[in-house]
């Protein structure tokens, strides 16, 4: 199975601060990596597909990048909404993994 | 407006069965590969598996923590995708959300708001 792992696990970040989260899989995985934004008991959200394709209606300030094994989710100005827990998912091989999750709180 | 809604969930004991109901509509059900991901309390996502369409002849693929004990199915006349879950452990207590595979892109573009499953004595 291929292993994805996320870091940080948990970020204090500001309203206005640029953000960035990293995704590590165990092995390459080309483009095949989707994120997505859960809020407490809420269903997990699509934002990125194929690394760094905007999901339809995703904000610009979403963006993503990385290839292969390494892989980044950039928030360039957060906004109050975007607190929320991040996942990334690799959809490359079976099983489909996903990370552990990066949560991101308000400073 | 694309639309799927879980149903099915409860609470079982340990060793029980539950089947699970997701219910699309909003766009062409019998075009997409349908998946189940979980969620137990508190931790992160774990996909379930998958189903594809009939061009594909409806094949599946499952997580090894649920292969031989869930099954995954669907009824494209009835826009619906279905998670049959049988000897069910404590371990399978989570919140079971349906999701919809982009054509083309193999990724979850839309999911459902989730069903509680509780697995207990």
């Known amino acids: 199975d291929i292993q994805m792992t996320q870091s940080p696990s948990s970020l204090s970040a500001s309203v206005g601060d640029r953000v960035t989260i990293t995704c590590r899989a165990s092995?390459?995985?080309?483009?095949?990596l989707a994120w997505f934004q859960q809020k407490p008991g809420k269903a997990p959200k699509s934002l990125i597909y194929a690394a760094s394709s905007l999901q339809s209606g995703v904000p610009s300030r979403f963006s993503g990048s990385g290839s292969g094994t390494d892989f980044t989710l950039t928030i360039s100005s957060l906004q109050p909404e975007d607190f929320a827990t991040y996942y990334c998912?690799?959809?490359?091989?079976?099983?489909?993994?996903f990370g552990q999750g990066t949560r991101l709180e308000i400073k | 407006e694309v639309q799927l809604v879980e149903s099915g969930g409860g609470l079982v004991q340990p060793g029980g069965s539950l089947r699970l109901s997701c219910e699309a509509s909003?766009?062409?059900?019998?075009?997409?590969?349908m998946d189940w991901v979980r969620q137990a309390p508190g931790k992160g996502l774990e996909w379930v598996g998958r189903?594809?369409?009939?061009?594909?002849?409806?094949?599946?693929e499952y997580a090894a923590s649920v292969k031989g004990r869930f099954t995954i199915s669907r009824d494209d006349s009835k826009n619906s995708l279905y998670l049959q879950m049988n000897s069910l452990k404590t371990e399978d207590t989570a919140v079971y959300y349906c999701?919809?595979?982009?054509?083309?892109?193999?990724?979850?573009?839309?999911w459902g708001q989730g069903t509680l499953v509780t697995v207990s004595s």
């Open positions: 189903t594809r369409r009939k061009a594909n002849s409806y094949t599946t």
């Open positions: 999701a919809r595979v982009k054509s083309g892109f193999y990724y979850f573009d839309y």
């Open positions: 909003g766009f062409i059900f019998s075009d997409h590969y």
């Open positions: 998912q690799q959809y490359n091989s079976y099983p489909i993994t």
């Open positions: 092995q390459g995985i080309s483009n095949s």
